[in-house]
């Protein structure tokens, strides 16, 4: 990784490009993108390292407000970009911006075999379960029955998880955090930019206009800590007000049992790097009505890298073979007119 | 023997055809390479069948190869062969029809079974077939029991002795046109060099084929082909797929840049697939995209971070394409897209030729969105186009488009091999220096706006597909900003014009006849204008490479002929172009079947305009 | 008051705008209905900003809503506004420029805060400007507070009186042209019922506006604009979109089928979905697709299918939908694809109007690949080609393409409601004798195919996108099949115009000049036409619905004119294809800013030409 | 569903069409083909009311051998013209054969969305884990280390799990099948076309050509036992020639155990109809080298199907109101001119 000359002290300002911020007032894409300015200076990697490629949607505007490199390019192909950009300079640290209906609807291909392959790139996909910018359809995540622009009779379809979407394509790190919840955000942001690989975070974020309210399960600060569990790798699963309650297996099925009454030995342990997803997949399962949604890292591994191997593979050729442009015009057979 | 009389040939055409497994590809390749290196010129095409792996001896198992060698310079694989050699009833039926009347028939009359003859549709033995013997010259030869007997002393299984039996085939053409059975000879040495006995037994049914010849009273005559007049140099057979990957490769060593090539695989482009695949240590990176869109997308993303970056696809992958292309011109990055034309629409003909894309190469987006379009005109030409094609994207910083076609991709031709000394580098600039930076600035010569790479400190900047600011690049909705980068973006394309060499025209400076071709019809027209010149016509040629923009002398010269024939393997897209542009009254010759053009064909409508 | 001059006009443009909240579109809606109720004729034309919601009182926050109303037929929303209603500095900022000189300006004084001009870039309060008052009729009117001053009765909160001020603003505009109040009052009663305290002030603010007219010293003229004389029957406005949606409908109850419309959310298509998935009941199927290229081929299984299928999008939608397009040319199926063009290339200009579009639906895909391509004149015109495309789709067994516009999507007028005894119904056929049949068999007249459905006992056949047989369907790489194939295709296209009306041309028969247009640029050159021809030029004007084929006797008409003018929102793509076609040296004017021509625009060029 | 009327017996060859199979010989989908002409006629359902829809590829080319109605449409989009024919028209049977290219690579947004949605249709998946037409490139689901046309140097490229695909898609049937076993594949492809809503089979295909023996650990007949575990809803998990060994779970980590050691009341019971996918999760991560490899059922829930619903609503609509035109026509503000 690239770290900053001990000089360059780089703060949230740096970040901050020069372009008005054009989302609605109270969308949770602002607090988005105030953590990211404010996580960045962190991580020690000079602003012009950083590309910031998005597709299109409210979200998609994300690269405009970011001082950094940036390509706002079109409906859910940011990850291809993504992925060639790696692919010709995999010095560069390359997020991925989108939003559930660029990343999973139009762009879910893109979305899943970018995960696959395992590019070194990080990839924020923004769920406010609607389309924002064409102003309010439904989406992938909205749920069955949801009554939108294009669903006044109720949506007919079955919405997915984006954690388990990202499970079925095998990614090597997911992980998941809620707009509003600025501490969490910067750790998992951190986390996600550190992970060799691709890393998904997943962020549930409020669409003000369309969708409001669409998290408040979670975002509402009465009834956080009865809906959130925050995973926590090697911890047993606690949550609630003084994390009284706990999440116990029983076959496949979570149960919500009281840790005074069981023990916390009796707790399932979060294993972020567990070599199988099974556990990952389990808890993406979890959520309302009769569950906590977990939040936080669900799995985080070492996996072969796409970025790396291709160069590798490349460097492998080098070292065995001379560069010989010469050799490869000659390939099979040649005579000679003289 | 030598009571046979020996004539001389200007130039042969020969047919290899039969099962799949039957090996004709590789007779095809050896006689076309033993009559390079002898100093003929030299053209082939292979024709696969559309089946991976049809059933044995069907009808649409039928595998082809033809070979063009003449004492002159050729530009084809010549229209109807000469010698047809058909290794089964199926290769019969399907091929007899394009034979020249009087021509010669080579079969294995082995193979000539009832069960054989019946899948191939044939009532009766066609061998037998006294019509037959009178249009053409029939050989029935038992190729597979004298390739047997001629290895009997081979340690080999039934099945092994069986598979040389296109060498047995490949020794008798020698024979017939007198070529030397070296070449051959090493070759097999070479390519079996870890199993001797399977080397000896080639070499024994070559040569027993060859002997064949001579002995037989069957053949009365032997043919030889003079040596042709060919510029001194290297050479190898090369085929436009691997022309293309070579050019590519090329040009990004011309300027010292990694090449990233970004395809889905699809016919007829994924052998450039292959190829560039296995040239990593040439800092090749090949990305198999899981679609044409993402193809599509990470060459974008390639080019955004400097290097050269190229997309491979055919047709229906365009289509798929057009988006994210669109998204290239906007962000005015540097790139390449090839496209190897195939029969359409839609699946259409996937494994034949057809030059029906240059209006979708054109216009095939929304809005106004220009952009360079090429073509080769030879299989080897495609290393020159796709150098040429990289010089416009870094000069003017475009993707460019080149069409390419089915049958430029696998038909051969002898290259000769450059010296890389001799190929001008591609200069890039990257600008580093932040003051006064703007990512939409031009050069005023070529209208390229900086290629500004990711990576630079300072110069962090924002771009997108949406309308920009000329110069700032920011986002625009003023409805001048769009006016203006809308006719920039198309000045920028135009201005490409002037950087083209002089048109060349073949023949009259003024004549009754002009002839407007483009892409690999290039060889058919050219001769056909050759020939009917050396009637005394009153007829020139133009060959157009660069269809968007054209050279800006084509309008005065076109209005030097009183009419222009666009002879085109489509329903006349050119000829809209030329039309619309110059207002002359073309005379379209459109053709729709998925093969190229023959000479003759081009030659018949020209004396038919000129009569 | 009755002191004041009372003028007739004959016609007013009246623009609306202020923040995205303050309720603009209402107040536009309001004037446009009650100014048709009156008896005018009317067109209109809203401007959204692209934000979802920009900040308050920021530049790109504006909102804004034209009223064109006069006492004759009209055409287009009006070139520069008499009238600008601005709520605040932004909007004021932004708007002003399209004024006409000597203009109305009706701003609301109140919102002129130092805070507000600083977002608006305004330096000091132009209402203050003396520069401006001489340019125009400046009216610094205090319109919130006189708003809330008229509703100190009433018992609501301050914010939800202070939401009342555009109905004060339209009160004002109302007496300035002395418009009936009753529409508007019945219309606040109907949509406020349920909050009776909210219909009081919303009608008290209204009426407050109308009385500060008309107490008022500052307004010392009021207008009146007269009846414009119009068919009788029952009328509403509509705008483009709706009137699509509803055309699509109807077309399916014609044929007595089901609709099925799948379609990707776009800008500025998506309010057809919004629509048709209200309308079940009519049995019309509305699919939300993961993308285009979904829509696409669901339209194309549901056109197999039997049902009535259509999609629609806009430019870049079109790109990824291509690829199956094709497909549906291939399989020549019954359906229609509709474009809603926006400015482009790429993202472009999201929410602009332009006609940059039309050689893509032409050639848009690879190999040749016709298709029918139509497109409205007007808003309300689009009702009419929806079931005029569909009735060729079905006649000719075709995908059609229509051409929308951003412009008409949006723009608004009065439609006569049709009555639907009055459509003739579309005949649909799909055959049940098994015996003899052919799946790609033809009708003599329109080349149709038969649209056979899965489903039928006994006809159970097989087809793709691969080239065919004439007649059986089955696969075929055959050279003459592809030939005869692609010939069919062509051929068929071209049968359309044999089933098309004469063109119709207004003005002489032979002129110095044609005015040559197509698509939502219809009014402003009908009308620029008109007025020039009232000036004495010799200019005629033809307009086409039908892009291809184009009306057999097009060149004919053509030929009788010394120049052809050409307006587009494009680089001239109807101009190439009319060059290319009929060799006429046609003179385009293009434009290429987001925005529809003026009537201005053209009446200028018409002179220049003519001068 | 609609049956054959009594008199009317369909059989085998009635599903063979006139044209000539062009398939390699050797080739896996010729078997696949047969079963399936075997066993339509048990449906029940009458020709005429089936169709194949297809993409591109070998596996593709099957709808011209199958006597029905049939589609060989473009590549990757079988399935969405399997929703449209299927909201046009929900009466018919409508199949879509795709292989692992045209299915997971190209075409895997519109797999991922048919099998979210449950439209009432059947995808036949056959993996051969290459692209046979475009003659041998790597597909999504080829190891990685594929040494292929596309990868002399082997595939960078991590795979996906075509089962964990469907999971991730929320997929209510989901089964494995193996292009030799007979008997199986009959039973499995009925068990789809009897589910209600999206059906998805995985054959496991040999290509002979260009990936010949990639599944020979499931088909050899002499390693078939020790490596396929067989799905039986209700039954544990047993295998091995004389199913002597079982699996046991151990958190969520699968044990080989024996029978006789453990006893079968330890073995993981299977259950196609679990409510939460985790159990069918975790069996779709089961395979060589140290497990084996489940085929048969692995899921098949009710769940509402996106065709029914979209009917549904049409229904509720027309109940409610008027199929009346000319309101719609006057909907809004209307005047007269008279
Ligand atoms: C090819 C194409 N199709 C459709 C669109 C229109 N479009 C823009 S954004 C969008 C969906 C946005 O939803 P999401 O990704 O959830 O972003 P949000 O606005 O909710 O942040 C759509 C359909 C487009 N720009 N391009
Ligand atoms: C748009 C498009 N891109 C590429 C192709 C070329 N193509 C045809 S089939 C195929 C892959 C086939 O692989 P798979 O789906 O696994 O089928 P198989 O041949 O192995 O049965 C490809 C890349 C095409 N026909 N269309
Ligand atoms: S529409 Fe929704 S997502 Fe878009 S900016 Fe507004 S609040 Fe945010
Ligand atoms: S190439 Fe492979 S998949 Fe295709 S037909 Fe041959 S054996 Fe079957
Ligand atoms: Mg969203
Ligand atoms: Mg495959």
Redesign the interface.
Known sequence: MNTVPEDIKLTRKDFV?D?DVRWCPGCGNNAILAQMQKMLPELGV????I???SG?GCSSRF??Y?????????HG?A???????????P??QVWVITGDGDGLAIGG??FS?ALRRNVDINILLFNNQVYGLTKGQYSPTSPLGAKTQSSPDGSIENPVNTIGVAIGSEASFIARTVDVFQKHMSGVLKRAAEHRGAALVEIAQNCIIFNDGAWAHLSDPDKRLENVLYLEHGKPMRFGKKGEKGIRLNGFTPEVVEVAEVGEDQLLVHDERASEPTLAYFLSRMGPPHFPTPLGVFRAIDKPVYSEL??Q??R???A????D??A??????????? | MSSRTREELQQVTVLFCGDSGDGMQLSGTQLS?TS??Y?NDVSTLPDYP???????G?L?GVSAFQVHFAGHKIHTPGDNPDVLVAMNPASLRVNLPRLKPGGVVISDRDMFSERNLAKADYATNPLDDPALGSTYCLHPVPISSLTLKALEAVDLKHTAKRRCKNFFALGLVYWLYARPLE?SLA?ISNKFAGHPLVAEANRRALQAGYHYGETSEAFAVQWSVPRAP????????INGNEAMA?GL??AA?LAQK?L?Y?S????PA?EV??HL???????????????????????????????F?VTGT???G???K???I??A???ELPLVIFNV?R??????????T?Q??L??A????????PIPVLAPDSPADCFAVAIEAFRIAVRHTTPVFILSEGYLANSSEPWR????HDIPTIEVQHPVEARGFQPYSRDASTLARPWL???????????????KHPGSG??S?A??D??AM??L??DKVQRVAAFLPEIEVNGPEQAALLVLGWGGSYGAVATAVQRTQDKGLAVAHVHLRHLNPFPSELGEILSRYDRVLIPEL??GQL???I???Y???TVSFS?????PFTITEIETRIEELLS
């Open positions: 490009s372009q000079p602003r012009e390292k590309v910031m490629i299109i690269p405009y970011m001082n950094t490199y940036g390509v706002h390019s079109i192909r990850p291809t970009l993504a992925m060639g950009l790696k692919c010709a300079r010095e560069l291909n893109h075999h291709l160069m593979q490349v492998t050729a080098q065995q073979r001379p560069p442009l010469d490869l015009f000659r390939q099979g057979e040649t005579w000679v007119v003289s | 390479t390079a290196v100093g559309p089946e991976i792996r049809a059933p044995a069907s649409a070449q070759w060919v510029e001194a140099g290297s050479y190898r057979m070579l490769v090329t060593r990694a990233v970004s889905y695989p699809i016919t994924s697939l292959h695949s296995r040239w990593k240590h040439l800092d090749v990176r090949s990305i198999q995209a899981e679609d044409e869109i993402a193809a599509m997308g990470s060459t974008i993303g390639a080019a955004y971070g400097g290097a970056a055919s047709g229906p365009v289509c798929l057009s988006e994210a669109n998204l011109i906007m962000l034309q029969g359409g629409p839609s699946t259409g003909l996937p494994t034949k057809e029906a894309d209006l979708q054109l216009f095939g987006r929304n809005g106004e969105s091999i450059p010296s890389l790479l990711p990576g630079t400190p300072g110069m962090e900047y924002r771009m997108g597909g949406l309308e920011s986002v909705y409805p001048q769009h006016e809308c006719r973006r198309a489509n329903d000829a809209l172009l039309r619309a542009r207002l002359v009254d053709k729709l079947q998925g093969q």
